[in-house]
């Protein structure tokens, strides 16, 4: 599964989680640095990712638009990327669970 991380989160969460989410990027190194929220869902959508963002406007886009793309919301408020990083990693088997088994398109981390 790959993940596309939005500028608001580290881009150096794509390397350091790669060995749980391999081919994942980040919308900057995907070209889309400073693209509307709508370019980087049809982005998405178009190349199989997973947005990752702490970004509501994902989460109202998903309810609006429906998968996929799938988003993942990152709701752990001002927090070190070593923490992100700590809870993507304990929270990867129900990433996994909600990007292949489940219908619905919006999974909240907090």
Same mark, same amino acid.
């Given at each position: 599964?790959?993940?596309? #991380?939005d500028e608001n989160l580290a881009a150096r969460l794509?390397?350091?989680?790669? +060995?749980? #989410?391999?081919?994942?990027?980040?919308?900057?190194?995907?070209? !889309?640095?400073?693209?509307? +929220?709508?370019?980087?869902?049809? #982005?998405a959508k178009a190349n199989g990712y997973v947005i990752?963002?702490?970004?509501?406007?994902f989460e109202n886009l998903s309810v609006v638009k429906?998968?996929?793309?799938?988003?993942?919301?990152? %709701? *752990? &408020?001002?927090?070190?990327?070593? %923490?992100?990083? +700590?809870? *993507?990693?304990?929270?990867? =088997?129900?990433? &996994?669970? #909600?990007?292949?088994? %489940?219908?619905?398109?919006? !999974? =909240?981390?907090?």
């Amino acid at each position: 599964m790959k993940l596309l #991380f939005d500028e608001n989160l580290a881009a150096r969460l794509v390397h350091r989680l790669a +060995d749980l #989410f391999p081919g994942s990027t980040d919308v900057t190194s995907a070209g !889309l640095a400073s693209t509307s +929220d709508s370019e980087i869902w049809q #982005f998405a959508k178009a190349n199989g990712y997973v947005i990752v963002s702490k970004d509501r406007d994902f989460e109202n886009l998903s309810v609006v638009k429906g998968a996929p793309p799938k988003v993942i919301l990152v %709701q *752990l &408020g001002n927090c070190s990327v070593q %923490q992100i990083e +700590d809870r *993507l990693r304990r929270d990867a =088997v129900r990433i &996994g669970e #909600f990007v292949r088994h %489940q219908p619905k398109g919006l !999974l =909240v981390i907090t």
